[in-house]
């Protein structure tokens, strides 16, 4: 089990050696395996992948797997968070997103399996470790958050090295847009990284899955069978924010989508998240978003000049 500091960190780090099959392992984070020495079959749902040195693993969130080595191996295993690694692809093409809410888009287009492995030979392969080395040595070090600068160095040697072993879907970049946009900061969070319990995914899943459905605590406690109090903590330990609040930014998110991809009505978009309000939906995009909903429709998400 991967555990970092209480107060929340963007990405956790850990190297250990394996004998025997490693039991089912999720996390609500991207993951990165990478094999040092031996060799291992990872399992993630029916499919199997044999990995050995020079192979990386991205595992998507959510996604159940485990693994068995072939004698005895070694791994490190990253721990990413999700909107922490948006951020990067958001950064890495501040002209072509119009917010974040598309960075997410386009990353389930660019990774649309729950294991992507990448096959990282010679050189790269050996600055792969040296660079995991030196992360391992800074998180160890438990001096967070004096050490978050020379963390993200290491975390952007990496993804440099990575990037070229990715295979991008041929349709998976958004169509170009002309301005730098501003979108909704992920408020702080304390957390621990560590497998999710399956409660927090099945109240995730139920919320995804119909968020204009008027959910509360006792209909949610109902499917997984916890009270209110430890339904809030297994929650929060797993999406840093209690259900409440995640359902509010996963309806924010597609009245976003509706306002930008579609020709639906204002008012009919925000009924099909849910809101019954048109005042308090607006009151909340904006807090969320930085303007109204009829304003995002007809102008896009605010301009960085305008943040100031």
């Not at 993630?44 to 005895?72: D, K, M």
């Amino acid at each position: 089990m991967l555990k970092g500091a209480a107060l929340f960190q963007p990405f956790a780090v850990d190297t250990r050696q394996s004998r025997k099959q490693v039991g089912l392992l999720v996390f609500d984070c991207v993951a990165f395996l990478v094999v040092r020495d031996g060799s291992v079959v990872l399992t993630v749902g029916e499919r199997q992948h044999p990995i050995a040195f020079g192979h990386a693993v991205l595992i998507a969130p959510r996604t159940v797997f485990t693994y068995e080595p072939e004698g005895t191996a070694t791994l490190t295993t990253l721990l990413v968070d999700v909107d922490y690694m948006l951020d990067q692809l958001y950064w890495q093409h501040p002209d072509v997103f119009a917010d974040r809410y598309v960075v997410r888009q386009y990353a389930g287009a660019l990774f649309p399996d729950a294991a992507h492995v990448l096959h990282v030979n010679g050189e790269d392969a050996t600055r792969l470790i040296l660079v995991l080395d030196e992360m391992t040595t800074l998180y160890e070090r438990r001096e967070y958050p004096a050490s978050y600068f020379w963390l993200q160095a290491r975390l952007s040697m990496l993804l440099g090295t990575l990037a070229p072993h990715v295979r991008a879907a041929p349709d998976a970049l958004p169509v170009p847009v002309h301005q730098r946009r501003r979108s909704v900061e992920s408020p702080a969070r304390w957390r621990e990284f560590r497998p999710a319990r399956r409660e927090a995914l099945a109240v995730e899943a139920l919320l995804r899955g119909n968020i204009a459905k008027r959910w509360n605590l006792a209909l949610l406690c109902e499917h997984v069978h916890l009270s209110d109090k430890q339904l809030v903590r297994v929650f929060e330990d797993a999406y840093g924010s209690t259900p409440h609040r995640y359902l509010t930014m996963l309806r924010v998110a597609e009245l976003a989508r509706l306002l930008r991809e579609t020709e639906v009505p204002v008012t009919v978009a925000i009924g099909r998240v849910g809101w019954n309000s048109r005042g308090h939906a607006a009151e909340i995009f904006q807090r969320h978003v930085g303007v109204t909903p009829a304003r995002y429709r007809r102008y896009g998400p605010p301009t960085a000049a305008a943040a100031w």
